[in-house]
């Protein structure tokens, strides 16, 4: 041991390699370093793969080989170190400030119970899963309302470190399911033609059968067909929890929820059979699964494709389904998951309240919150931030009061994930919150992103870059952008609208046209259309995004929506036949052409429909497609703009800013050469001397190269 390094040496290198420790962990190092110094046989230092430098064998989370703070495993920055940190863009002060707090895989962790002292339901919950099989524990995000919301506190949310099974029930069921559709999945591929047809023919029958039940059917019949179906769903419940089997109770429960929902609809199913409806959407299925049928004997190849694509669909829902059975970031039990978080920061409560600077709005929780905390305070130091729990949870009516309270001409910049190139139900949600805002007085509304890179020749995908450990991360999220992505606010790219229709309807305030109490709601409801569909004229929006787009209920929004129908200022399709939807069929419209359809799939407004997929997803496939007929309500191409932020008239960060620098050590990225994860090539004898390869050798940097070593020891990278 006598050539080896000071411990300042020691230090000093690790710092020149950009490794960065807590307090905890030099003390561990400091430790094992002296040790190592007074160990004269060498046993103690030799390298025991057994055991990370914590002693918690492959579960150690701290790489000594590596880059402090990344999973030895994974790769990926362990939460709440400073890699983590940096990688996130949130300061160690704005971390502690929230707070961010650790807790443990056990039921009487104190931070547990203190963050959910309020919320009754989630401490009992959070306690109880916190000893979850395969649990390790992790954070506690704590959160806290805008200042003065009348909706009182925001309950905490937990990043396990492990996800939670949060209903092991439900999760059972859904892994049948799962098991199920895979087992189809595999007699379809391996079927031969003829068992191709006879799949066919089976559904022949089964339509036939269902032909043959309707015309035999009476209002009494279906009376009685439904209260057996209830009872007999009843019974099944009560022997499923008796058993005991979780997957059973599940399955049992979903029964009973199908046939409450059948009783309901008796009224309807009698009136369709009195009008002949029913009738004549037995014999229309019928018909389908015959032509079905006949295209399977004509050409059985192409129908093995169809069902094995509408499988292998099914498949990729329910394994999506099941997944979602264990959560990442869970949500506190009995209180409102749709509230706004706010950092308690003095300096971001003062600019909301001051009234005069932007306004940012992360769509997607706390933690990019919180990323775009640490930026603002340099490169837009007037502006305040504010979040929702994810995408599809600003529909609540908190929304409405902060932006009539706090947001009234103000410039709001809109964050969603970067996803939505990928993901139609990102940026249908944040248009659908933009026009929210618009309709509840806010200025310029300005939906912005992390940059995206060309993909092709029109084509545009999400960026990616290497995290110091040499793993590959993708620019989703607005903190992977300012973090590890080493971006700036001023790089988010960004679309807004320049100018807006005049959504004045009082002209059709006449007889035959809109009641004077009405316009208003309607003049919502068109502008919450218009701003969705955008320039392009047309999308498919659901109805309860345009209800809260529009600011008013559901029911109000539809009845909105008929009157604009009525007079000619949109148009309203439906892919499929509304009423087989509510049976779970899979029809198309009568009044949908083929040509429509085909015109549709090529503007990608919606997917190529397969109506031979028997499995339906009720909330996409009812949702209409909605075009703006009346072109004086239609945004213009030429009324949009797009770029960055940087670019906004209004965009003037301070002086000061001299672009990115770390959140932790405030090294910007000349200082902190963002090259990692990169293949070098060692030229110098030095070089073989520091990286322990010899000359000539090409290896991959797990830390990053300053520009210093790569002179000193001339790398080239390969």
């Given at each position: 041991?006598?050539?080896?390094?000071?411990?300042?040496?020691?230090?000093?290198?690790?710092?020149?390699?950009?490794?960065?420790?807590?307090?905890?962990?030099?003390?561990?190092?400091?430790?094992?370093?002296?040790?190592?110094?007074?160990?004269?046989?060498?046993?103690?230092?030799?390298?025991?793969?057994?055991?990370?430098?914590?002693?918690?064998?492959?579960?150690?989370?701290?790489?000594?080989?590596?880059?402090?703070?990344?999973?030895?495993?994974?790769?990926?920055?362990?939460?709440?170190?400073?890699?983590?940190?940096?990688?996130?863009?949130?300061?160690?002060?704005?971390?502690?400030?929230?707070?961010?707090?650790?807790?443990?895989?056990?039921?009487?962790?104190?931070?547990?119970?203190?963050?959910?002292?309020?919320?009754?339901?989630?401490?009992?919950?959070?306690?109880?899963?916190?000893?979850?099989?395969?649990?390790?524990?992790?954070?506690?995000?704590?959160?806290?309302?805008?200042?003065?919301?009348?909706?009182?506190?925001?309950?905490?949310?937990?990043?396990?470190?492990?996800?939670?099974?949060?209903?092991?029930?439900?999760?059972?069921?859904?892994?049948?399911?799962?098991?199920?559709?895979?087992?189809?999945?595999?007699?379809?591929?391996?079927?031969?033609?003829?068992?191709?047809?006879?799949?066919?023919?089976?559904?022949?029958?089964?339509?036939?059968?269902?032909?043959?039940?309707?015309?035999?059917?009476?209002?009494?019949?279906?009376?009685?067909?439904?209260?057996?179906?209830?009872?007999?769903?009843?019974?099944?419940?009560?022997?499923?929890?008796?058993?005991?089997?979780?997957?059973?109770?599940?399955?049992?429960?979903?029964?009973?929820?199908?046939?409450?929902?059948?009783?309901?609809?008796?009224?309807?199913?009698?009136?369709?059979?009195?009008s002949g409806k029913s009738l004549y959407d037995a014999e229309r299925g019928l018909q389908g699964h015959r032509n079905s049928l006949a295209r399977a004997i004509e050409n059985p190849t192409l129908a093995k494709k169809r069902l094995v694509e509408a499988q292998q669909n099914q498949v990729k829902r329910l394994d999506n389904r099941h997944k979602k059975s264990a959560a990442k970031y869970v949500f506190a039990p009995g209180a409102t998951s749709a509230r706004i978080d706010m950092h308690q920061d003095p300096k971001n409560i003062k600019n909301l309240k001051d009234g005069k600077g932007r306004i940012y709005i992360a769509m997607e929780g706390n933690m990019k919150n919180d990323a775009i905390l640490h930026s603002i305070k340099k490169e837009d130091p007037t502006a305040?931030?504010?979040?929702?729990?994810?995408?599809?949870?600003?529909?609540?009516?908190?929304?409405?009061?902060?932006?009539?309270?706090?947001?009234?001409?103000?410039?709001?910049?809109?964050?969603?994930?970067?996803?939505?190139?990928?993901?139609?139900?990102?940026?249908?949600?944040?248009?659908?919150?933009?026009?929210?805002?618009?309709?509840?007085?806010?200025?310029?509304?300005?939906?912005?992103?992390?940059?995206?890179?060309?993909?092709?020749?029109?084509?545009?995908?999400?960026?990616?870059?290497?995290?110091?450990?040499?793993?590959?991360?993708?620019?989703?999220?607005?903190?992977?952008?300012?973090?590890?992505?080493?971006?700036?606010?001023?790089?988010?790219?960004?679309?807004?609208?320049?100018?807006?229709?005049?959504?004045?309807?009082?002209?059709?305030?006449?007889?035959?046209?809109?009641?004077?109490?009405?316009?208003?709601?309607?003049?919502?409801?068109?502008?919450?259309?218009?701003?969705?569909?955008?320039?392009?004229?047309?999308?498919?929006?659901?109805?309860?995004?345009?209800?809260?787009?529009?600011?008013?209920?559901?029911?109000?929004?539809?009845?909105?929506?008929?009157?604009?129908?009525?007079?000619?200022?949109?148009?309203?399709?439906?892919?499929?036949?509304?009423?087989?939807?509510?049976?779970?069929?899979?029809?198309?419209?009568?009044?949908?052409?083929?040509?429509?359809?085909?015109?549709?799939?090529?503007?990608?407004?919606?997917?190529?429909?397969?109506?031979?997929?028997?499995?339906?997803?009720?909330?996409?496939?009812?949702?209409?497609?909605?075009?703006?007929?009346?072109?004086?309500?239609?945004?213009?191409?030429?009324?949009?703009?797009?770029?960055?932020?940087?670019?906004?008239?209004?965009?003037?960060?301070?002086?000061?800013?001299?672009?990115?620098?770390?959140?932790?050590?405030?090294?910007?990225?000349?200082?902190?050469?963002?090259?990692?994860?990169?293949?070098?090539?060692?030229?110098?004898?030095?070089?073989?001397?520091?990286?322990?390869?010899?000359?000539?050798?090409?290896?991959?940097?797990?830390?990053?190269?300053?520009?210093?070593?790569?002179?000193?020891?001339?790398?080239?990278?390969?």
């Amino acid at each position: 041991m006598a050539n080896a390094p000071t411990w300042n040496e020691f230090k000093a290198e690790l710092y020149s390699r950009r490794i960065f420790l807590t307090q905890d962990q030099e003390d561990l190092l400091t430790e094992f370093y002296n040790r190592c110094h007074s160990d004269t046989d060498g046993k103690f230092c030799e390298q025991d793969d057994s055991t990370g430098p914590d002693g918690r064998g492959d579960e150690g989370q701290y790489a000594i080989d590596g880059v402090n703070g990344y999973d030895r495993k994974t790769g990926k920055p362990v939460p709440g170190s400073d890699a983590w940190l940096e990688a996130h863009n949130i300061d160690r002060k704005t971390y502690a400030s929230r707070p961010y707090a650790e807790y443990t895989a056990s039921k009487t962790d104190p931070e547990l119970a203190a963050a959910f002292e309020d919320f009754p339901a989630a401490k009992r919950f959070f306690t109880s899963t916190a000893e979850q099989k395969g649990q390790t524990g992790g954070l506690v995000m704590r959160k806290a309302p805008v200042p003065g919301s009348p909706q009182g506190p925001v309950a905490s949310q937990v990043r396990p470190n492990v996800a939670i099974v949060t209903n092991p029930a439900k999760a059972s069921y859904n892994k049948k399911k799962l098991e199920t559709a895979q087992a189809d999945l595999a007699i379809y591929e391996a079927a031969n033609s003829a068992k191709v047809v006879k799949i066919y023919a089976d559904r022949v029958k089964g339509a036939e059968a269902n032909l043959g039940s309707v015309k035999k059917s009476t209002p009494d019949s279906i009376r009685k067909e439904s209260a057996d179906y209830l009872d007999k769903a009843t019974k099944d419940l009560a022997k499923a929890n008796a058993k005991g089997d979780l997957a059973e109770i599940a399955a049992a429960k979903k029964e009973f929820a199908n046939a409450t929902r059948a009783q309901a609809k008796v009224p309807m199913r009698i009136s369709n059979l009195n009008s002949g409806k029913s009738l004549y959407d037995a014999e229309r299925g019928l018909q389908g699964h015959r032509n079905s049928l006949a295209r399977a004997i004509e050409n059985p190849t192409l129908a093995k494709k169809r069902l094995v694509e509408a499988q292998q669909n099914q498949v990729k829902r329910l394994d999506n389904r099941h997944k979602k059975s264990a959560a990442k970031y869970v949500f506190a039990p009995g209180a409102t998951s749709a509230r706004i978080d706010m950092h308690q920061d003095p300096k971001n409560i003062k600019n909301l309240k001051d009234g005069k600077g932007r306004i940012y709005i992360a769509m997607e929780g706390n933690m990019k919150n919180d990323a775009i905390l640490h930026s603002i305070k340099k490169e837009d130091p007037t502006a305040t931030v504010v979040n929702v729990p994810s995408v599809t949870l600003w529909q609540g009516s908190e929304l409405e009061w902060f932006t009539r309270t706090h947001a009234q001409g103000r410039e709001v910049v809109l964050i969603p994930d970067a996803d939505g190139v990928k993901n139609p139900n990102v940026m249908n949600q944040a248009k659908g919150m933009e026009a929210a805002l618009r309709n509840f007085g806010a200025g310029d509304v300005i939906l912005a992103a992390p940059p995206l890179i060309k993909s092709g020749r029109t084509r545009r995908d999400i960026d990616a870059f290497d995290l110091p450990s040499g793993v590959r991360e993708e620019r989703k999220g607005i903190d992977d952008h300012l973090g590890a992505g080493r971006g700036t606010l001023g790089e988010m790219e960004f679309v807004k609208a320049k100018r807006l229709p005049n959504y004045d309807l009082k002209e059709f305030n006449r007889p035959g046209g809109i009641n004077k109490n009405a316009i208003q709601n309607t003049e919502a409801t068109l502008a919450a259309v218009s701003s969705f569909v955008g320039p392009a004229g047309v999308g498919r929006m659901p109805k309860g995004l345009m209800a809260q787009a529009a600011g008013i209920p559901e029911t109000t929004a539809l009845d909105a929506r008929k009157r604009l129908e009525r007079l000619g200022i949109i148009k309203v399709e439906f892919v499929f036949d509304q009423d087989a939807l509510s049976r779970r069929l899979r029809v198309r419209n009568p009044d949908m052409s083929e040509d429509r359809i085909r015109e549709l799939v090529r503007k990608k407004v919606i997917k190529e429909p397969n109506f031979e997929d028997k499995f339906v997803d009720v909330s996409l496939d009812e949702s209409p497609i909605i075009s703006i007929l009346d072109n004086r309500f239609r945004q213009r191409a030429e009324d949009t703009q797009t770029g960055t932020l940087s670019q906004l008239p209004s965009w003037k960060p301070p002086r000061t800013f001299k672009g990115w620098t770390s959140s932790v050590t405030g090294l910007s990225k000349t200082e902190a050469n963002p090259r990692t994860g990169t293949s070098i090539v060692i030229q110098t004898k030095a070089g073989a001397a520091r990286y322990g390869k010899p000359i000539g050798s090409t290896i991959r940097f797990a830390a990053e190269i300053t520009t210093m070593e790569l002179e000193e020891d001339k790398l080239i990278h390969a």
